[in-house]
């Protein structure tokens, strides 16, 4: 070996040296930085990887009546499972019978979840019978793969409706499911009622369980033994105001009949009945829906997915007549004594009948006789010394026209017009006096709805007080009851003698005037006022407001029966029943019933709009 | 003399440290709580590797009483009895992940590529050995020696065997720069493969790294033709890779390149086995998340982690110091071998050696580039560590020669 050759060999070895040393240092390097420097980066990465993050739906909050029974609680629905790579198909045709359903839709059934994951588990079938459940539970040792899921359905255990009052679930949509942390797809949220407006209690809070995973998806148990896990926190149990008796009799009185009723507790303002017929049953929307009926309600001409009872825009008729009294004195345009003469009707331009010939009529007597000669008088000294701005401020004092914030949704304001509202509707300088008598008694462009009604038929019973109307009394969260406190303010403007002399009204009315014959119960002493709204489209409305013990009032019942007729001919008898039951526990006059139940409102137009 | 002195413990050591090292970590992805979701033959593979590991120490110590004559006079018919098989695998092997290059022998699956290595080797060492001069000095003789190895190098290809085939082709640079090619022709030829690899990472740093190497070149060698023919085929390369990578390949082709480049790009398909070996190797920090508790291993997050991937075992469950000592042992064994070759007097021993060292490495480069995402995945055992029989049969008896040339060193000679 020469030295040239020896030199070549010290030099590759060297190099060869370099390379090795080169090449390990690149990977020792490597090394360092994945473990090392990006420990950080990947040791969470690897466990999230394991871990799969399972959330479980806590249980929604149950709805209670004012006795504290259950009127909304859960039931459970099964839901059969399948893992595919578990699951035997020879068992088909034991699976098929124990389901009900044919092979060959069963086998469909599982081709589809096999395109899901062969590995994880999907929904085979969902909500089955618990008969059919029961039946797959007995056999579950010969069914590899079969497993079930139990979720929950709103469950209705009383036999009251109050569809309208509790609401109904849906699905979750996009853009809730974007604002909230607390939802998965899929998830059901209240839509409706109650369950819309105290969806944030009843709702609960996500509970988290961390389950270990294999890289196939397969769940391999509890991560930790579940030391983790996060239980679920059940939702807020809501405390209605809600009197079952009688919110199952205002159903059963409206049943057939289109409107809604309204009761309350004229000092508080709870509710213990709210109803809008037609209505429809929350249980078969419920769980898996029905959607034959979805599509049905929904598509019903009678709209009873509609809440007439805070929703509907009608002209509130007599009705509205004590508060005019109310607002003549108050704005100084008559007293007490200020007489008007009735000869049947009211000249102004031209003739506004009136239902009789009442002759000398002071308020006492004008509110009894439901006289409009005296209001449509009323109406046009109130427009012209003090102009039409300065009654619907004080009319708007009493919770109409305005929102009354009761603790459901789709609260319609309704109308109580002033002159910017008369510029729009009509168009500047193109109303005039002959828009605004009509007002005096509850005629023409005003609207209310059956609760502002009952809103402000609690002031006048309650001695002046605006009342803030609600359906619950209480929220309990996790064994604390949280007692609502609704607002209750005074109305200023209101003082006692002209309330006197307007409750003194309001009895005579059910003692000698309009409601006699229906209204005046022997359970307790009523007031009350009955109105009928002329309705273009068909027979008028009908409409009674009243309140019982006339001296001590407990209870406010408004009724509002569309193309019912007059106020006395059915809202007035609808109303004396549920005030019958409320201060005895039953009907007394059975004959007023069978009347009620047999009563067929008319003629009305199939294609009028509400 | 006292065989004991002359004996590289060293080597020795270390081979059996690693195959030790192998055996908990095929224990661990085999046998640990990982083992419900695999099929039962790949449960076993943990006893069939000790079967393995005891009969290649076996062949490892009959080897020792072999002279190392024998090693280059059997050379020529090993190469060529190992190439015949090699192209009977190719019609009549049985085919392992898309790979035919198996035969059943007796009922055991044989990898004959592996042994192939070896064969090709001994041959290419006994060619360019036996004549009076170190041959690759002349081009003729550098030529035939590239076909010693481009021939098998073809067949184990055809075979659909691409990381052996790369190991094989590997071996051309090296052992014919350890004979005397020269030194720009030697970088010349791996020049591709670096060029090749930046070019794939980022176009910038493929140019940058074909220029330098253009440079080098012609100041190592100073002949102008060579220059040029580097600069051309470099300007090919990259302009290959460019419109081979945007216009030629195959979708799921592209998907692979892109995927090593940038794993995230698809975590769910191609990506998914980078994230998911880089993951395991990360998550394991210094010390380790502790034997049969790597959640990477144990629920299955790694493919083929009982070979290709053990090293993300190693790295989970051991961490930083124990796949770091893997990567130290090899460096030392390397090391420890390539100065043995430095002070062997026989041509034909040295060359064995440097052999023997350039597939340790490249196996080494591969398998640990292609779990820690430094390297496309592409298939290929870590020695001694992955399960394997014949892998490790092949690579054993690799020390067995290496053991046997280096402890008969000072009775060789220069000449054969």
Request: aromatic share 12%; hydrophobic share 45%.
């Amino acid at each position: 070996m020469n030295f040239r050759q020896r030199k070549r060999i010290r030099t590759s070895i060297r190099v060869l040296q370099a390379i090795i040393l080169g090449i390990t240092i690149i990977l020792l390097g490597r090394l360092y930085k994945l473990q090392i420097l990006d420990y950080e980066t990947y040791n969470p990465l690897s466990k999230e990887n394991s871990l799969r993050q399972e959330y479980v739906q806590p249980a929604r909050g149950l709805i209670f009546d004012a006795n504290d029974n259950l009127l909304v609680d859960n039931e459970p629905i099964y839901t059969i499972t399948i893992v595919p790579s578990n699951y035997n198909q020879e068992k088909n045709k034991l699976l098929a019978r124990l389901l009900s359903i044919t092979e060959n839709d069963l086998s469909e059934r599982i081709t589809e979840a096999q395109r899901f994951s062969w590995h994880r588990p999907s929904k085979l079938m969902a909500e089955v019978d618990f008969e059919i459940f029961s039946n797959i539970q007995e056999h579950i040792y010969e069914l590899p793969g079969i497993n079930h899921q139990i979720e929950s359905k709103r469950h209705y255990p009383q036999e009251l409706r109050a569809s309208h009052v509790l609401g109904y679930l849906r699905e979750i949509s996009e853009n809730e499911f974007q604002q909230s942390d607390q939802y998965l797809l899929g998830d059901k949220v209240g839509k409706t009622g109650m369950e819309w407006f105290y969806e944030s209690y009843l709702r609960g809070t996500l509970g988290i369980s961390y389950v270990k995973v294999n890289a196939l998806g397969q769940d391999l148990g509890n991560y930790e033994e579940g030391v983790q896990n996060q239980a679920p926190r059940a939702g807020s149990d809501i405390y209605t105001t809600l009197n079952p008796d009688l919110q199952l009799l205002a159903e059963d009185l409206m049943e057939g009949k289109r409107g809604g009723v309204v009761a309350l507790n004229p000092k508080t303002g709870a509710v213990k009945a709210m109803v809008s017929s037609p209505f429809y049953d929350l249980a078969r929307l419920a769980g898996k829906m029905d959607r034959d009926y979805w599509v049905e309600i929904n598509a019903d001409t009678t709209t009873p997915l509609y809440n007439r009872s805070i929703s509907a825009l009608q002209p509130p008729g007599s009705t509205f007549k004590p508060l005019m009294a109310l607002i003549g004195l108050q704005l100084g345009v008559i007293t007490p004594d200020t007489k008007v003469f009735c000869d049947g009707a009211y000249y102004k331009g031209r003739a506004y009948k009136c239902t009789g010939q009442h002759g000398n009529q002071d308020m006492l007597h004008a509110i009894q006789n439901s006289c409009n000669t005296y209001f449509f008088s009323l109406m046009n000294k109130i427009a012209l010394e003090r102009g039409l701005n300065a009654w619907s401020d004080l009319v708007k004092t009493t919770g109409l026209g305005v929102k009354n914030n009761i603790d459901i949704p789709n609260e319609n304001r309704g109308i109580i017009p002033d002159s910017a509202y008369f510029d729009k509707l009509f168009g500047v300088r193109k109303w005039g006096i002959g828009d605004i008598i009509n007002l005096g008694v509850g005629q023409g462009v005003v609207s209310v709805s059956p609760l502002q009604l009952a809103v402000y038929g609690s002031s006048i019973a309650n001695g002046g007080y605006r009342i803030q109307p609600h359906l619950v009394r209480g929220i309990r969260r996790e064994n604390q009851s949280i007692p609502t406190h609704p607002a209750k303010d005074r109305i200023n403007w209101l003082d006692s003698t002209g309330l006197g002399i307007v409750r003194e009204g309001m009895r005579r009315v059910v003692t000698d005037g309009s409601a006699r014959w229906y209204a005046n119960i022997k359970a307790a002493e009523v007031a009350g006022k009955t109105g009928t709204s002329q309705n273009p489209h068909g027979q008028d409305h009908s409409w009674f407001m009243g309140f019982a013990p006339y001296k001590n009032p407990e209870i406010i019942v408004v009724a509002f029966i569309e193309n019912g007729g007059y106020g006395s001919v059915i809202a007035a008898p609808i109303a004396a029943l549920m005030m019958e039951k409320y201060f005895t526990g039953k009907i007394q006059r059975q004959w007023v019933y069978e009347r009620v139940k047999n009563f067929v409102p008319k003629p009305y137009e199939p294609d009028e709009d509400e | 003399m006292n065989w004991y002195k002359n004996f590289d413990w060293i080597t020795a050591f270390i081979w059996l440290a690693l195959s030790s090292i192998g055996l908990v970590a095929i224990y661990s992805a085999t046998q640990g709580p990982v083992s419900q979701f695999l099929p039962e033959y790949i449960q076993n593979n943990f006893y069939k590797q000790l079967v393995w590991i005891t009969i290649s120490i076996i062949i490892v110590i009959s080897l020792q009483f072999t002279a190392p004559r024998t090693f280059s006079q059997i050379s020529y018919f090993f190469y060529g009895f190992f190439l015949l098989i090699t192209i009977y695998t190719l019609f009549f092997g049985v085919e392992i992940n898309g790979a035919k290059s198996w035969i059943d022998v007796f009922g055991f699956r044989y990898q004959v590529s592996e042994t192939m290595k070896v064969g090709t080797i001994l041959a290419v060492a006994n060619y360019l050995s036996n004549r009076r001069n170190i041959q690759s000095e002349r081009l003729d003789s550098a030529l035939f020696a590239a076909l010693l190895i481009i021939v098998p190098g073809v067949l184990v290809l055809m075979q659909n065997d691409t990381g052996t085939a790369l190991v094989l082709f590997s071996l051309i640079p090296f052992m014919l720069f350890w004979s005397g090619l020269p030194y720009g022709i030697s970088l010349f030829i791996i020049s591709p493969a670096i060029i090749g690899y930046f070019t794939i990472l980022d176009l910038m740093w493929g140019t940058i790294a074909a220029i330098v190497i253009s440079i080098v070149i012609f100041f190592v060698q100073k002949r102008p033709w060579l220059t040029v023919v580097s600069v051309v085929t470099n300007v090919v390369i990259i302009g290959g890779i460019n419109f081979a990578v945007n216009s030629l390949l195959q979708p799921h082709q592209k998907a692979r390149i892109v995927a090593f480049a940038n794993p995230s790009f698809d975590p769910q398909g191609v990506g998914w086995n980078v994230i998911q070996a880089k993951t395991a190797i990360g998550s394991g920090g210094l010390t380790g998340k502790g034997f049969l508790e790597g959640t990477q291993t144990q629920l299955k997050f790694l493919p083929e982690q009982w070979t290709d991937f053990i090293f993300c075992v190693i790295g989970e469950e051991f961490g930083f110091l124990g796949a770091g000592l893997v990567i130290v042992l090899f460096m030392i064994l390397l090391l420890n071998l390539i100065s043995g070759a430095g002070s062997h007097k026989n041509p034909f021993a040295q060359s064995v050696l440097v052999g023997i060292v350039s597939i340790y490495l490249i196996h080494l480069l591969i398998n640990t580039g292609s779990a820690m995402g430094l390297l496309p995945v592409i298939g290929l055992p870590l020695p001694f560590v992955s399960y394997g029989g014949s892998a490790f049969l092949s690579n054993s008896l690799m020390i067995g020669i290496a053991l046997n040339l280096l402890m008969y060193k000072r009775e060789s000679t220069i000449f054969t």
